[in-house]
């Protein structure tokens, strides 16, 4: 009995050595599509008025949480029951980020960020909630297929924890993060009240830069749904991958989300505008 619990701890730990190193690796290779994930959830989450931010932050990483609760056993089944679907599902979730992007591109060219900003103000708190979280939902699916496809040569069970490690780390971490960025304000006015000298000058900088971190942030999370919605076609379309394999990396995948994405909205814009004749009609 003793050897056989022996026998039992060794699997164990044979396990566990395995996960830490697909764990690395994984992390590795979704580390890009994580830094995406935050600039793009951080974007979200900000514009809120002060006292609502860490209760909409806290809303969105609970629907985080349920995305992670419905895509990982999805993703297990299918890779097991049906594998060929999981390249279409990850190109309609390229194409929603793709057009996301393309969106604030086109009303920021021709609008001058007017249109989207008078849309935003007047979308309720629980629209802009269900929005990040469907956000969440596609940047999700694609770090946990690609956190997947590392480790698909290994077993099952090591498969299961490894994913679902990086899923927690895109929820807690990334949001972990996202809460920091958008208070740095009052962290910055707690060190300027309580110290003197260079943590002082930390609080004053934290201050004075967090507008700033924000602008960049709406830049950095357009230009990250760009590049993430394209990847996910240059990784996943013969064709459109030879097209990228001319282009610069991360450029490439900027500019072919931009034109799925500008096609995406040009479709969209005349059913949007029959939608909203009809009902107000």
């Known amino acids: 009995m003793a050897s056989g619990?022996?026998?039992?701890?060794?699997?164990?730990?044979?396990?566990?050595?395995?996960?830490a190193a697909t764990t690395k690796m994984a992390t590795q290779k979704t580390s890009a599509v994580l830094a995406d994930d935050l600039a793009v959830n951080a974007q979200k989450a900000s514009?809120?008025?002060?006292?609502?931010?860490?209760?909409?932050?806290?809303a969105i990483a609970k629907g985080?949480?349920?995305?992670?609760l419905i895509i990982l056993p999805s993703i297990f089944l299918l890779s097991y029951f049906a594998p060929s679907l999981i390249i279409p599902i990850l190109l309609i979730g390229g194409i929603y980020l793709s057009y996301e992007g393309a969106e604030k591109v086109i009303e920021f060219i021709f609008h001058r960020g007017k249109k989207r900003a008078e849309r935003r103000k007047d979308m309720s708190e629980k629209e802009k909630i269900k929005s990040a979280i469907i956000t969440d939902f596609i940047l999700s699916l694609e770090i946990i297929v690609i956190a997947l496809s590392t480790v698909k040569d290994k077993p099952f069970e090591v498969q299961v924890v490894t994913v679902t490690i990086i899923a927690l780390i895109a929820t807690v971490g990334v949001y972990g993060l996202v809460a920091f960025i958008v208070r740095m304000d009052d962290m910055g006015l707690?060190?300027?009240e309580r110290y003197d000298g260079f943590l002082r000058k930390v609080g004053l900088f934290m201050v004075l830069s967090l507008p700033y971190v924000i602008k960049g942030l709406s830049v950095?999370?357009?230009?990250?749904?760009?590049?993430v919605g394209g990847g996910i076609f240059v990784h996943n379309v013969e064709?459109?991958?030879?097209i990228g394999e001319k282009l610069?990396?991360?450029?490439g995948d900027i500019g072919i989300g931009l034109v799925i994405g500008t096609f995406t909205f040009m479709v969209l814009m005349p059913v949007k505008k029959i939608l909203k004749s009809n009902a107000q009609g």
Not at 5 to 19: K, N, S
Not at 64 to 68: A, D, I, T
Not at 239 to 242: C, D, L, N, V
Request: charged share 15%; net charge negative.
């Open 5 to 19: 619990l022996l026998a039992l701890l060794d699997d164990v730990a044979l396990i566990m050595d395995d996960v």
């Open 47 to 58: 514009g809120f008025a002060s006292e609502r931010e860490l209760p909409v932050i806290w």
């Open 64 to 68: 985080s949480l349920v995305n992670k």
């Open 190 to 192: 707690a060190l300027i």
């Open 220 to 227: 950095i999370g357009t230009v990250a749904m760009l590049a």
């Open 239 to 242: 064709f459109i991958h030879h």
């Open 248 to 251: 610069p990396p991360v450029l």
